[in-house]
Structure formats: structure tokens, C-alpha cells
């Protein structure tokens, strides 16, 4: 963990966002391929999709598997709203070179991201069926190093690896990019040059770098801390995304606060369940999500609405798409 850590800081303090987006590209197509050629193999190997079956538990291939339906939804809520938010994902589609292009990344993103966990999915279940292990998530590590050709199971691992580290960049980028532009530019140094917003956006992303290796270091469970951060990011921040695009009346005050609101209730519920055990069946993205919501449209509505030149330059290509399409409709 911590020379991953210290590779992902170093790399991504010295590489902009095209490096980034390359590096996932690459990375990406990598692990497709491996995957789409291992699938098979492993499918073959473990006597077809009946000898999975077989060995392993009936709840395996049900929909819900051993988990009910609250829980389940407390696993698709966070990442679906992560996705819908993800700020790495914009900040990618707004460096593309034009607007067709932009679209074009969308739409490969979304059927790349289907048939790539699909398959990953595939390679974690076949491997269960063939290995044991006390930990879940070492499962596809597993079955790329024993269940594998040698060369195919070291690109699979490696894969693995990889990706860590693309996310990790991602995840540093982002913030590091909003306190440079939103927060440095604006109110601490308006007339900073390229080069002092480089040295300082380098020394933010190593603070970032070790504040996210302190709170890595107190989780045990990779699932458990990815969904405490995705449901801070999809509770909290999501819904003022969204708003932005799709609500002329939402209000910068509504959206601090409902950012605000999402985060702390997040944070609040996670430390009653580890300290109490309260309300353990009941997860925290519904709470969170309720009180961000609810207060974006509440404050929202109670405050004066933002002036037209904030809001209508998210509005402008809809307004002109509607009325393309009406005339194409008349015609």
C-alpha cells in the first residue's frame, strides 16, 4: 500500500490530465483484452457454465443473492451516483478535443464500462468456483496467478495493479484541480502565473496524497471504504451536479449546503454504526441522499433566484436541441 501510494503521489504530481486520460486508455484496453481472452479459458477449464453451477451456492445465481433488497440497493445507489458525477470522468470529456468527440467518449465509456465489469464479474465468480479464499477480494489476484496461463495471469495481475494506480491519480487530480482553480486563482493569488499554480498544485496533490494514505490505513475492508467514499461523493456532491444541468432555480447557497449537509451526515452515520451499532440495516447513502435532496430544493427555493447568465449556459444547446427537434417534427 504505501509504495503504491508513494509511485501514484510522485506520478501524478509530475503528469497532467492528458497523461491521466492516456494512461486509462491504455489500461483499460489492456485488461479488456486480457479479460475477454481469459473468460473462456477459465470457462472451459472449470467443465462449462454447469461445473460452476455446481460448485458453487444456489444464492449465487440469484438475483439478490444472500443479501436483501435494502442492502443491495445500499451497493447500487453509491456507485450509480458516483458514475453519474464522477468529476475525473467530466473533466476528461471537457479536455476532448471537440464536442463530437466528447460524445463519441461517452458512449464508448458507458459500453466499455458494461462489458468490462461484466467480464471481471465473470472471472471473480469462475474463479470461486475453482479457489477458496478467506478474503473475497483476493479472488481475481487468485485466479489470475494459479488459474491462468503464466503470461496471460502476469497482464491480468499487473492489470490489476494499474488500475489502483489510474484511479488513485484520478481521485488525486480532481480535488487538487478544484482547490487550484476555485479556491488558489480565486481568492489567495488572482494573479498567479501557469508556472506558481504548477508548483502549487504539485504540493497540494502530495498533501492529498498522504491525507488519503492516513484514512486508506484505517479501513480493512476494500469494499467497506469504497462505499464510504462513494456515498460521501455520490450523496453529497451528485445531486448539485445534476442540478446544474437539469434546475435553472437551484442556488450556489443551496448547493454549498447540500454538499455540506450529504458529507457530514455520511461521515455521522458511519461513526454511530462503528461506535454504537446503530441502525446497521439501514445504510447510510439513504439518509445522506435524503438530507442533501432535500435541502438543495429547500434552501434552493428560499433564496433569491440565480441570475440568468449562471444558469443559461447550461441551457443554451438544450434550448437549441428542442427547437431543431420541433422544426424536424413540423417538416
Known sequence: MYIIAAFVIVFTAAAGMASIAYLDLVIGALVTVTVVIAVPLMLNDAGGWSGVRS?????????????????????????????????????????????????????GWIVGTVILESLLMMVAVIGSAKFRTDKARE???LTARQGLPTLLGAILLGGIFAKVISTANNYLFSPATNLIHDVYERFINRNATNRQSLVISRVLVIALGLFALLQAAQFESILRASLYAYTIYGAAVTPVVLAVFFWKRATTAAAVISIVLGTAVTVGWNLAQSAWGWQKDVDAVYPALAASVLSLVIVSLMTARPEEKKWKPFFEDAGRMNANQHEWNKG
Open 55 to 107: 460448485a458453487l451456492p444456489t444464492s449465487h445465481f440469484t438475483v439478490l443473492g444472500d443479501v436483501g433488497l435494502s442492502a443491495a440497493l445500499g451497493f447500487l445507489i453509491p456507485t450509480m451516483l458516483l458514475l453519474v458525477g464522477n468529476q475525473g470522468m467530466y473533466q476528461k470529456f471537457f479536455s476532448a478535443r471537440s464536442e463530437k468527440d466528447a460524445k463519441y467518449a461517452v458512449m
Open 139 to 141: 479472488i481475481i489476484p
